[in-house]
């Protein structure tokens, strides 16, 4: 008589059992995945909703701080809007701390124009190539603030692309055609006369009725005969 083979518990399981044990695995580990990145996706809401409220928060500092060096910057304290005083940031403490807020960017622009005020094109060029302009009026007078800069460095030719860039950035009537004249006078100036006359004609087509178009059309046709 044959005798019966008892199972080693060394021995690997079966292959069907070995199948659902691998399924199990499988499942689990997929689980976890799921469960890491659902976890990972919380952790980001999470943060942005804090980092939103701490800026919200910031920003609201920055607008209470700021008001000091603005009361100093409308009654031409150009130095002590930049420095500020005992107790009261100035632009340059505002912008260093708060410069990625909004109320702190706005400070950015209070500063470079600071810088205008006191005559350093530098400074200004270094702080108001930082601003972020918004599309609006505000962004075209920050642009041509820039553009004025480069104009008083004698850089003629990145003076007029930024007279260019205020009147493109909010589009209107009144300023844009101001800007675009600014522009082509600035090209001239580089010795870049083809550019200018562009701008010229760009005038007189686009804003006809502008008190720019007479000037433009005088310099337009004096440019034509440099061409």
């Known amino acids: 008589m044959a005798e019966e083979q008892v199972p080693n518990p060394g021995t690997e399981a079966p292959p069907k059992a070995q199948g659902i044990w691998m399924k199990l695995w499988n499942l689990l580990q997929q689980r976890r995945v799921v469960n890491f990145i659902t976890i990972g996706i919380v952790i980001i809401v999470v943060g942005w909703v804090a980092f939103r409220e701490y800026r919200t928060s910031k920003n609201e500092e920055c607008v209470e701080l700021m008001r000091f060096a603005e009361a100093y910057f409308r009654q031409d304290s150009f130095e002590k809007a930049i420095k500020g005083t005992l107790g009261a940031p100035g ?50 007078a920050a642009y041509a603030a820039l553009a004025g800069a480069y104009g008083e460095l004698k850089d003629f030719s990145k003076s007029a692309k930024y007279y260019e860039k205020a009147a493109d950035i909010h589009n209107n009537s009144q300023t844009s055609p101001v800007f675009l004249l600014q522009a082509a006078l600035s090209y001239e100036l580089a010795k870049e006369n083809d550019k200018a006359a562009k701008l010229y004609e760009r005038i007189l087509k686009e804003y006809p009725t502008a008190g720019e178009s007479n000037t433009a059309q005088k310099h337009l046709e004096r440019v034509r005969l440099l061409r």
Do not use: H, I, M
């Open 91 to 140: 632009f340059e403490q505002l912008v260093e701390e708060y410069g990625w807020t909004q109320a702190g960017n706005l400070c950015r622009l209070y500063l470079g124009l600071c810088y205008l005020k006191l005559n350093k094109p530098r400074e200004a060029v270094e702080v108001l190539s930082a601003y972020d302009a918004p599309d609006s009026y505000l962004g075209g």
